[in-house]
Structure formats: structure tokens, C-alpha cells
């Protein structure tokens, strides 16, 4: 199956960081995507938010270098997480788990303005050659 998100917002709040048991360290920040169309002859525009989870040196460098108010393109994955209210009703939520953040306009002066695109800084999480293909994973999806 393919699980794959490519998105660009803007950082609504600094990114909040907290550690795993392990010791690995948690990114979680939430983007608002804007998006406009015509009715009619009318221009509507509606807002949609995103959270979104990112861990190890990925986090690391959104702690390092993203805020409140940058653009970002994140690539990832869609996760769901589900679990019992205190009134035993089942709850879920859908996150993005970000394998690759890539800034695309930092804020200036209380406004964001968009950046050189050859300019663009990479955070990228790296992954070994083999962390997609794992013993049992030998099934082609079509």
C-alpha cells in the first residue's frame, strides 16, 4: 500500500519538543494550509490545520531552525492514532509523520516573504538504504 503526503503551510506555532523513553527526541507543530476558489463569480478561501510529528535528527533540526510563521514543504506519511475517552468512547486522530521538511519562505518583519527557491534549506530525516524494504515486505502493492 502507499501511505504519501506532500503538503505546504505555514507553522501556526513553534514546533514543541518532547523526548521518548529511549531518549529520541519528538518534533510536533501544526501547519495551516490556505486554500481559494471561485463561486461563481465570488473568490471564497478556506483554511484547513495539520499536525504534524516528526523524530530523531529530523527533529533535531526543526527545534534548530523552524518557527512560528515559516512556509514548509513536508513529505511523509499519514498516521492514525486511536484510543478511549475517559467515557470509554472510541476517539482517533489522523497526523503527518514528516520524513523530510524543506523551508520554502522565512517570516520577515512580522510578514512571511518567499524565498530564493535555490535558497531552500533541506532538513531531511536519513533513512538506512534498507528501512523500507524489511523480511515480509516483498509484496508489490499493484
Avoid: C
Avoid at 521518548?20 to 463561486?39: D, T, W
Wanted: no cysteine; proline share 5%; aromatic share 8%.
Amino acid at each position: 500500500m502507499l501511505n504519501k503526503v506532500i503538503i505546504i503551510g505555514r507553522l501556526v506555532r513553534n514546533p514543541a519538543i518532547r523526548y521518548l523513553p529511549s531518549g529520541s527526541m519528538v518534533a510536533e507543530f501544526s501547519i495551516a494550509y490556505n486554500r481559494s476558489y471561485m463561486v461563481g463569480k465570488d473568490k471564497k478561501e478556506e483554511s484547513h490545520f495539520f499536525d504534524v510529528k516528526a523524530y530523531g535528527k529530523l527533529a533535531e533540526g526543526i527545534e534548530q531552525r523552524l518557527a512560528k510563521g515559516y512556509t514548509v514543504m513536508i513529505e511523509g506519511r499519514l498516521s492514525q492514532d486511536r484510543w478511549s475517552d475517559k467515557d470509554g468512547k472510541m476517539q482517533s486522530r489522523v497526523r503527518i509523520v514528516a520524513e523530510r521538511v524543506r523551508i520554502i519562505a522565512k517570516p520577515q518583519k512580522g510578514e512571511p516573504t518567499e524565498v530564493d527557491p535555490l535558497k531552500e534549506e533541506d532538513i531531511t530525516q536519513e533513512f538506512p538504504d534498507d528501512a523500507f524494504n524489511r523480511e515480509g515486505d516483498d509484496e508489490i502493492p499493484f
